[in-house]
């Protein structure tokens, strides 16, 4: 059977994952599983009931845990904990290997602080992890830890599903750009985009866009490549009513008096 089909069939019981204290990877991984296959019932224990017929992770030494002596690894040597095993066979199947490969790096974060409880990677702290953490009832509560687990969950997914959404709409975006015309360096377009990594892969170093102040802006594609004109600051072009004192950004009234800007810095 394949193992997505596999994987629904056994959600269909219910899932089953550690009881006590709850972290970011079984609240992550009952959250992507409730967000692909629908509402399902969630048991926390200690134990593996014998004969239990849902999906089990992060506890019983199956397929979906992650405290056997054989860990799995990514390339770069974080080790797998449940959110991402399950992630792996999930989420290129239901929503492309595109989208996988943009959220693995969220994914791979949620599972190095399970592993290690390492408070910081790279220099930036594991924050989801973090707040997720902090749903756990205080020491001195009298709340139930099942029903703080569920509302962390609600939590996890609106997180998943806002950090899917963008990247459906980026991947879009990608589709887009490719069409948009380009003249002299610089991206035209005629609605706003995501578009500075699609600028920086493809030396283009600004964009002119319809801005949200009304008229268009002109936007650099980074300030420590190139520059607005500083003499812009002193010397406005027709129909410039804004400039950043950064220089990375300006506003115009029309899209045809940006463009004429933009030209006489080329």
Same mark, same amino acid.
């Given at each position: 059977?394949?193992? @997505?089909?596999?994987?629904? =069939?056994? @959600? *269909? ?20 599983? =409730? ?19 849902? #999906? ?12 056997? =002596? =054989?860990?799995?690894? +990514?390339?770069?040597?974080?080790? +797998? ?21 943009? &959220? ?13 409880? *390492? ?30 687990f569920l509302e962390a969950k609600e939590f996890a997914k609106k997180i998943l599903v ?12 990608? *589709?887009? &750009? ?10 035209? #377009?005629?609605?706003? &985009?995501?578009?500075?990594? +699609? ?20 936007? @650099? ?7 607005l004109p500083e003499e812009w600051m002193t010397n406005k072009p027709e129909g410039m ?9 300006s506003q115009f009234d029309t899209k045809e008096n940006a463009l004429e800007a933009y030209?006489?810095?080329?």
């Amino acid at each position: 059977m394949d193992k @997505v089909l596999e994987i629904q =069939e056994k @959600v *269909k019981h219910g899932v089953l994952t550690h009881s006590g204290n709850f972290h970011a990877d079984d609240v992550f991984s009952t959250a992507i599983l =409730e967000l692909v296959f629908g509402k399902i019932k969630v048991t926390r224990h200690f134990e593996v009931p014998e004969g239990y017929p849902g #999906l089990v992770f992060d506890i019983g030494r199956g397929e979906f845990d992650h405290h056997q =002596e =054989e860990k799995e690894y +990514y390339e770069d040597g974080i080790p +797998y904990a449940s959110f991402g095993k399950l992630c792996k066979v999930i989420i290129p199947h239901h929503y492309g290997n595109e989208v996988y490969k943009e &959220l693995l790096p969220f994914i791979k974060d949620v599972d190095e602080h399970d592993n290690t409880g *390492k408070i910081q990677r790279y220099g930036e702290a594991h924050q989801i992890s973090i707040l997720i953490s902090d749903f756990n009832p205080n020491w001195n509560s009298k709340k139930d830890r099942d029903e703080a687990f569920l509302e962390a969950k609600e939590f996890a997914k609106k997180i998943l599903v806002n950090k899917i959404d963008k990247i459906l709409g980026e991947l879009e975006a990608q *589709k887009l &750009l490719e069409q948009t015309p380009v003249e002299n360096g610089c991206l035209i #377009l005629e609605q706003f &985009l995501p578009w500075k990594d +699609y600028a920086k892969n493809n030396n283009i170093r600004a964009a002119i866009y319809p801005s949200m102040r009304g008229g268009y802006s002109i936007m @650099v594609t980074d300030s420590d490549v190139w520059k607005l004109p500083e003499e812009w600051m002193t010397n406005k072009p027709e129909g410039m009513n804004f400039i950043h004192t950064g220089l990375f950004i300006s506003q115009f009234d029309t899209k045809e008096n940006a463009l004429e800007a933009y030209k006489s810095t080329v």
